[in-house]
């Protein structure tokens, strides 16, 4: 069974760094693309960033260059959302996807995490 689990999340104040960190189980994950998505109360889903299958390309949203940095682990099975600087408008669920490299789409999905800035 694929499964995709997330972890890391919790409430901090602004200002401060949470990782998160996303493990994918159930088939090799080698070349797949993986990236993050997180949903505000009453917003939809948008992306926050995302990594190629090899490692060598990511992008981020707007909101979040700078601050935010994903990375895969050495397992390739594992990808980790660094978060600085953390400030309320990042309040979230943040999901952990995935997709074969041939496609378009992010397919697969974690069942999120919560992170909660306060001020």
Do not use: H
């Not at 901090?12 to 993986?34: I, K, M, N, P, W």
């Not at 009453?42 to 190629?52: H, M, W």
């Amino acid at each position: 069974q694929v499964q995709l689990v997330e972890s890391g999340g919790g409430l901090v104040q602004a200002g401060d760094s949470l990782r998160l960190s996303c493990v994918a189980s159930g088939r090799t994950f080698s070349d797949y693309d993986r990236a993050w998505f997180r949903q505000a109360p009453g917003k939809e889903r948008e992306f926050v960033a995302r990594i190629n299958w090899s490692g060598s390309t990511t992008a981020y949203a707007d909101s979040v260059k700078g601050r935010f940095t994903i990375s895969r682990g050495n397992s390739k099975n594992t990808v980790f959302l660094q978060m600085n600087a953390l400030n309320v408008e990042d309040t979230a669920v943040y999901y952990c996807a995935a997709r074969r490299r041939a496609l378009d789409i992010f397919d697969l999905w974690g069942q999120g995490t919560q992170v909660t800035v306060s001020a």
